[in-house]
């Protein structure tokens, strides 16, 4: 678990700000994804990053979410005029390689909680 | 449906007794690897244990085993020695050979471990 960074730990936000959250993978990890767990569910996929570029983002909301990982610096999620139903943990994980490496877990970081009040 | 399944929202067990926490699993991808997470009360997830579907044995790792019964569906966590430390959420995940990236998880069993 240790090394994929997230900040900040808790945001609070009001209905209708943004929020921006970020996760630094691991030291040589390129693959990035975003995670949402709502309360008292499991984890459901967002998005799939490698630098500079979205792989998949099958789970991303439509409107108002959006993910980036640049060539340099963090992944960022940023939810746009958030609501109430936003709150939830944000969690970022990393791999150092995606697709067909079926044994390989992704390491995970502590979580953003975004509460929107 | 359902891709990851966890019936027991709530599980109790006694220190240093052994405890079963159920997942069932919907797939219809030959290639598949199944997971179980930690989510203590701090909120992180912590990975304990991996079996993939072409593996001939179950996995074991320390004081985690998952009995793996493929022709059901099932990939059971099983604890042994149940510790006070072990209280937490336990999530079952999968991801599919069509695409490794994604992986989906269960609701979850919060377990508790009673002195």
């Known amino acids: 678990n240790a090394g994929v960074m997230q900040n900040p730990r808790h945001l609070v936000r009001r209905r209708g700000q943004e929020a921006r959250l970020r996760c630094s993978p691991m030291?040589?990890?390129?693959?990035v994804y975003w995670y949402r767990q709502l309360p008292e569910e499991g984890l459901k996929f967002m998005v799939y990053?490698?630098?500079?570029?979205?792989?998949?983002e099958s789970g991303m909301p439509k409107e108002r979410f959006s993910a980036e990982f640049p060539k340099e610096g963090p992944s960022i999620l940023r939810i746009q005029q958030v609501v109430r139903g936003d709150s939830a943990a944000y969690f970022c994980?990393?791999?150092?390689?995606?697709?067909?490496?079926?044994?390989?877990?992704?390491?995970f970081g502590e979580g953003s909680w975004l509460t929107v009040v | 449906a359902q891709k990851i399944t966890q019936t027991q929202p709530g599980m109790f067990v006694q220190e240093k007794e052994a405890v079963t926490l159920d997942c069932t699993y919907d797939?219809?991808?030959?290639?598949?690897?199944l997971f179980w997470y930690k989510q203590p009360s701090s909120g992180e997830m912590i990975f304990l244990i991996y079996?993939?579907?072409?593996?001939?044995q179950n996995a074991t790792e320390g004081r985690y085993s998952l009995n793996f019964q493929k022709a059901r569906k099932s990939a059971n966590l099983v604890i042994s020695a149940s510790q006070l430390g072990d209280s937490a959420m336990y999530f079952c995940?999968?991801?599919?050979?069509?695409?490794?990236?994604?992986?989906?998880f269960g609701s979850g069993t919060k377990l508790n471990v009673k002195p």
């Open positions: 994980a990393s791999s150092p390689r995606g697709e067909g490496a079926s044994g390989n877990t992704i390491y």
């Open positions: 030291k040589g990890h390129s693959h």
């Open positions: 990053l490698q630098k500079e570029n979205i792989i998949d």
């Open positions: 797939t219809s991808d030959p290639s598949y690897g």
């Open positions: 079996q993939g579907s072409y593996d001939q």
């Open positions: 995940a999968m991801r599919e050979g069509g695409n490794f990236n994604k992986f989906y």
